[in-house]
Structure formats: structure tokens, C-alpha cells
């Protein structure tokens, strides 16, 4: 079972594109976080968001509870955005995290 | 900026060994977390840890693992016997709120090999 769903899985785009990941989710949740994971394995928190819209510099964050979906934005990307982008929610019942099967993006220059 | 950091980052050993991990989580963190990444598959919740108790565990954490805070700032996850499939990437993770609201702060991560 798949509580947390990404689109696309693979997405390559050239510099300057604007770039959009998508994540749905089948659980009840108090919380949406997108992610970002390096090619060496690191992870870094990139938004955590219970509802509207968040941005931070290039990156944009939304979530619309009712329809229970997220999109990550990357505006005038750029090729040292290339990582995999995860999306994880907290569950509301346990607060664990569960995490999505991740969108590996590669911007070309 | 504070971080999480994690030893060591890579760890090879023989099948039936015992293993620690470690973590130093950000200081003023009150919760902590592991997960493990099997290579090419999903980061999966392990458990999380709050007042030197477990607070959650997946089905995955059953009773090869155990996880410590021994003193003021490590955080240790112990396999006792690895097998095979135990092999994975390992992560750490702290937040200074638990529940609903737990933005967490992950450590660079500890490749384990079971050979």
C-alpha cells in the first residue's frame, strides 16, 4: 500500500524551466513535508506545511487538504537544484513520518 | 548552524555482528528519530524516541534493535545480530517538538554493509 504518491518519478528539464512535483496522499495527516536528497544520501527539510502555500527564494510549497495534494515549485531552475525530492507526511494518528517513493530531478544546462 | 551529525558514514561488517550507530542530535532537540533507506527504495520510519523512551516504532524495529541515549548527546540505534538485509542507509533525525509539529533535521547518514 501507498499512502504517499509522487508524479513524476524522473523529470529532466532544461536551466531556467519552471518545474513542477506532485504528491498525494491517502492518510489522514497533520502535517506535509517536502525534502530534498543529494546524490551523496543527505537529506535536507525543505517545507513543512499544514495548509496554503509557503516559499522560500526559487522554491514554492502548496497543499490543499480537502483534495489531500501538494506541489513543490522550482522556479528559473537551475542545474544545482538536480537532487531527489521527497514528499513525507505526518500522520495524524501516530505522527510518524511517511515518506513518498521520491522525484529525481535533473536540470541540464 | 547547529546540525545533526552521525557516525560513522560508512560501516562494513559481517553478517551475525553486532552493530552501533551514533548520532549527536542539535543540542536544544528534544525528540529523535531513525530511518533506514534500503538502496533505490523508500526512507522508512524506524522509531522516535522522547524522554529517554521509545515513543513509536514501525514493524520494522523489532527486537534486533534497540536504540540509547546514553549520555547527554549521543543517540545510538544497536543492531544486534545484522543480516543481510539490514544493509542500508541509516538516518538520524532530531526536532525540538514531537507530534504534529516536528520539523526535523536529518544527519548526513550511516551507509551500512552486511556482508
Known amino acids: 500500500k501507498n499512502e504517499v504518491e509522487q508524479s513524476p518519478q524522473n523529470l529532466t528539464a532544461q536551466e531556467g524551466e519552471f518545474i513542477t512535483i506532485n504528491c498525494s496522499y491517502s492518510?489522514?495527516?497533520?502535517?506535509l513535508h517536502w525534502l530534498q536528497q543529494h546524490p551523496g544520501g543527505g537529506i535536507v527539510s525543505l517545507f513543512m506545511l499544514s495548509s496554503g502555500k509557503k516559499k522560500h527564494g526559487r522554491l514554492i510549497a502548496t497543499i490543499n487538504i480537502q483534495e489531500k495534494h501538494s506541489s513543490l515549485h522550482i522556479t528559473a531552475s537551475h542545474p544545482r537544484d538536480s537532487a531527489v525530492y521527497i514528499c513525507a507526511v505526518t500522520m495524524d494518528s501516530n505522527y510518524q513520518l511517511i515518506w513518498g517513493a521520491g522525484t529525481k530531478l535533473i536540470i541540464k544546462p | 548552524e547547529p546540525e545533526v551529525t552521525q557516525t560513522p558514514s560508512h560501516q562494513v561488517t559481517q553478517m551475525g555482528q553486532e552493530v552501533i550507530l551514533r548520532c549527536v542530535p542539535i543540542s536544544n532537540h528534544l525528540y529523535f528519530y531513525w530511518y533506514r533507506q534500503i538502496l533505490g527504495q523508500k526512507v522508512e520510519f524506524l522509531v522516535s524516541f522522547y524522554n529517554n523512551e521509545i515513543s513509536e516504532k514501525s514493524e520494522i524495529f523489532d527486537d534486533q534493535f534497540s536504540v540509547e541515549r546514553p549520555d547527554g548527546s549521543n543517540f545510538t540505534l544497536k543492531i544486534r545480530s545484522t543480516k543481510l538485509e539490514d544493509s542500508a542507509m541509516y538516518f538520524c533525525?532530531?526536532?525540538?517538538?514531537?507530534?504534529?509539529?516536528?520539523?526535523?533535521?536529518f544527519g548526513p547518514g550511516t551507509r551500512l554493509t552486511v556482508l
Open positions: 492518510v489522514g495527516i497533520s502535517a
Open positions: 533525525a532530531s526536532s525540538v517538538e514531537g507530534g504534529r509539529v516536528n520539523e526535523q533535521f
